[in-house]
C-alpha cells in the first residue's frame, strides 16, 4: 500500500515537474521572443537616428544639390525644373507695392554704412521676391489641381483687394483606374469636373470671352514656357505612360475643345508653385513652398542670374519660381533603414523618389506596417503571420497617425485600428505600445529630414542666419530678415505630432534666435487657388499691365 502510495506521489511529482518545466520552457520562449521584438524596435531606433548634427549634413548636402541642379542640366537628383513663373500675384494695389519693392530691411535706412552694405548684400539675395507685378489681379478665374489623391477645381472671384477673393472647390478622390489607364480617359475626367463647375457657377460655357485657367500637374514636367511643359515621368502611383514625353497643358486644352469649353490653359505650374503664389498674395515675405501630402516637393523663388544652366535667361523681375522636385532628393547622409531598402525596391520606381519615400503621406504608413510584419515574424504575439500585415499598403499613414495619436490609457483607437484594419485582435497592451513607438519612430525620422531640407533651401538663399552679420557679441544681435515658408499637405496640417516634430527640428537646426525669424505658414488648398491667382497673373487681358513694368 505504501509503496503504491510512493508510487502515486512520485508520478505526481514527475507530472508536476514536467508541467513547471513547460510552463517555465513557454516563458522563456516568449520572453525570449518578446525580447527579439523589442530588439527589432531598437534596431529600428538606431538606424532612424536623427541628431542635429546629421541634419546638419542634409541641409547641406541639399544646399549643395541645390547649387549643382542650377549649374547643368542632369547635374543633380535635385532637377531644379524652370517654371517660367517670374511674377507672383500681390493684391497689391500699384504704390503698395513700389513701396515693397524698395522695401530692404529697414535696418538700412538707420543703420551704420558697414550695415547698410551687408544688408543690401542680403537684401539682394532675397528682394527679387518683391518684385511683383505692380496691379492687383481681378476677374474670374479657374484653377485645376490634379497631383495626388485628391482631385480639385475651383473658380476664383478676385476683387483686386488682397484676401478678397471668392472661391467655390469641388473636390473628388481620383478613382484608382484612371491612374494607370490612358490619358484620355484622365483627362476627360478632368474635364468633365470642370465643365461642371462652370455649368454650377451659371458662366455660360458658350460666352464668347475665354476663361482661363491655372492648371496646377503635380509630377515632374520639363517646361517650355508658362502655360506649357512635357511630362518627364509620373510619380505617386501614377503610371499612364501615353503621356510621358507629351505636352501636358497641350493635351488638357484638346480635351477642354473637345468638350466645348471655351477655355486657356494661362498657366500650368507645380502644386508647390500654386502654394507659393498664393503664400506671396497673403504675405510678401514668402521666399519658398513646401508640400508633404501625398509626395513631396519644394519651390523657392531664384534669381535668374543663379541659374547658371540657362544663361541669358532674363526675366523682368530678375527672378523665377525653381520647381527643386526635392522629393527626389537624397544623400548618404539620410538614415535608410532596411525596411526603405524594401519598400523602394517593391514600388513601381525604385531607386527614385527617395526623399519623397522617407517623408511623404504615400509612405510612412508601409514603413510602420513592414516593421510591425517584422515583429510578428519575430514573436506570435501579433498572431499569423499571414494576416492583412503582409499586403502593401494595408495602412494607411491616417491610420498610422490616429494610432500615433492614441492618448487613451489603454490604447484603445490603436486595438481598434490593429483588429479592424490589419486583423490582428487581441494584441497585448505592451505590444499596442510597441506600436505606436515604431509609428513615433517613423514620423519623427521623416519630420525632422522635412525640416532638415526646408533649411537646406533657406541655407542656399541666405535666409539661415549663417550670412548674417552680427551688430552686437550676442546671436540675438543677428540681423534676420523676416522669412515666409509657405506650406501645404495633410502630413503637415493633420497630423498634429508630424508638426511639432518639425517645428522643433527646426528651432534645433537653425538655433531659436534665427527659427523665430521663419515662419511656416499654412496656405489653405494653395496648390489649386494659387494656380488661378497666377492664371490671373499671367492673364493675356493682363499683357498691358504686364508692359508697365
Ligand atoms: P494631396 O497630396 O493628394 O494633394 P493631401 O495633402 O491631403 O492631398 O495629402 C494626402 C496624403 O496625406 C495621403 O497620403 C494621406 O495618407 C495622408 N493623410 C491624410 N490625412 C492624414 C492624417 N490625418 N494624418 C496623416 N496623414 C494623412
Ligand atoms: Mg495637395
Known amino acids: ?45 538606431e538606424s532612424c537616428e536623427t541628431t542635429v548634427g546629421r541634419l546638419r549634413q542634409v541641409v547641406d548636402a541639399m544646399a549643395v544639390e541645390m547649387h549643382a541642379g542650377l549649374a547643368s542640366e542632369g547635374g543633380s537628383k535635385l532637377k531644379m525644373l524652370l517654371t517660367f513663373v517670374d511674377n507672383l500675384p500681390s493684391g497689391f494695389p500699384i504704390l503698395g507695392q513700389y513701396s515693397m519693392i524698395v522695401g530692404v530691411p529697414p535696418v538700412c535706412y538707420f543703420g551704420m554704412v558697414f550695415e547698410f552694405l551687408s544688408c543690401c548684400n542680403l537684401a539682394a539675395l ?38 478678397s477673393f471668392d472661391r467655390d472647390v469641388a473636390q473628388q478622390a481620383i478613382p484608382p483606374r484612371l491612374m494607370t489607364g490612358r490619358s484620355e480617359d484622365l483627362f ?14 451659371n458662366d455660360s460655357e458658350q460666352s464668347p470671352i475665354i476663361k482661363e485657367l491655372g492648371f496646377t500637374f503635380s509630377f515632374p514636367v520639363k517646361q517650355t514656357s508658362v502655360s506649357s511643359g512635357i511630362l518627364i515621368k509620373w510619380t505617386k502611383g501614377f503610371a499612364i505612360t501615353d503621356m510621358v514625353g507629351k505636352e ?59 541659374i547658371i544652366k540657362c544663361q541669358g535667361l532674363l526675366t523682368t523681375s530678375g527672378g523665377m519660381v525653381v520647381n ?61 503571420v499571414f494576416s492583412s500585415l503582409s499586403v502593401p499598403f494595408a495602412l494607411g499613414t491616417p491610420l498610422m497617425a490616429a494610432m500615433h495619436e492614441d492618448d487613451s490609457p489603454e490604447l484603445t483607437k490603436v486595438a481598434r485600428i490593429l483588429k479592424d484594419d490589419l486583423k490582428i485582435p487581441d494584441l497585448p497592451l505592451k505590444a499596442r505600445k510597441l506600436v505606436v513607438k515604431v509609428c513615433d519612430v517613423v514620423a519623427r525620422r521623416a519630420a525632422r529630414l522635412a525640416a532638415a531640407g526646408i533649411v537646406g533651401i533657406l541655407k542656399k538663399i541666405g535666409r539661415d542666419g549663417s550670412g548674417c552679420i552680427r551688430v552686437g557679441r ?24 508630424f508638426r511639432e516634430y518639425l517645428h522643433e527640428a527646426l528651432h534645433e537646426i537653425l538655433g531659436e534666435d534665427i527659427a523665430q525669424h521663419v515662419i511656416l505658414k499654412v496656405t489653405e488648398d494653395g496648390s489649386g487657388t494659387g494656380a488661378a491667382l497666377l492664371a490671373a497673373s499671367h492673364s493675356s487681358k493682363s499683357v498691358d499691365n504686364v508692359q508697365l513694368l
Open 474 to 497: 550676442t546671436r540675438s544681435d543677428t540681423k534676420m530678415r523676416r522669412t515666409v515658408v509657405a506650406i501645404e499637405g495633410s502630413l503637415y496640417t493633420q497630423y498634429t505630432m
Open 324 to 384: 527643386m522636385e526635392w522629393g527626389n532628393f537624397w544623400s548618404s547622409h539620410m538614415p535608410r533603414t532596411s525596411y526603405d531598402i524594401e519598400l523602394d525596391a517593391e514600388s513601381p520606381n525604385p531607386n527614385d523618389q527617395g526623399f519623397e519615400k522617407m517623408i511623404s503621406g504615400m509612405y510612412l504608413g508601409d514603413i510602420v506596417r513592414r516593421v510591425i510584419l517584422r515583429m510578428s515574424q519575430e514573436s506570435d504575439v501579433f498572431g499569423p
Open 1 to 45: 500500500m505504501a509503496k503504491v502510495v510512493l508510487g502515486v506521489a512520485v508520478g505526481v511529482a514527475v507530472a508536476a515537474c514536467a508541467v513547471a518545466a513547460l510552463v517555465v520552457g513557454r516563458r522563456v520562449r516568449t520572453r525570449r521572443k518578446w525580447k527579439r521584438v523589442v530588439g527589432v524596435l531598437k534596431e529600428l531606433e
Open 126 to 163: 532675397s528682394v527679387s521676391c518683391s518684385c511683383i507685378l505692380p496691379w492687383s489681379e481681378k476677374g474670374t478665374f479657374y484653377g485645376l489641381d490634379l497631383g495626388g489623391t485628391n482631385f480639385r477645381v475651383l473658380r476664383v472671384e478676385l476683387g483686386g483687394q488682397r484676401s
Open 188 to 201: 476627360d475626367f478632368i474635364a468633365s469636373s470642370l465643365q461642371h463647375l462652370v455649368e454650377k457657377g
Open 248 to 306: 501636358v497643358a497641350g493635351v488638357l486644352q484638346q480635351t477642354l475643345a473637345r468638350k466645348g469649353l471655351n477655355m486657356q490653359v494661362a498657366v500650368l505650374v507645380n502644386n508647390t508653385v500654386g502654394t507659393l503664389a498664393l503664400g506671396h498674395y497673403h504675405d510678401a515675405d514668402t521666399v519658398a513652398a513646401v508640400i508633404i501630402g501625398t509626395g513631396t516637393n519644394a519651390c523657392y523663388w531664384e534669381r535668374t542670374d543663379a
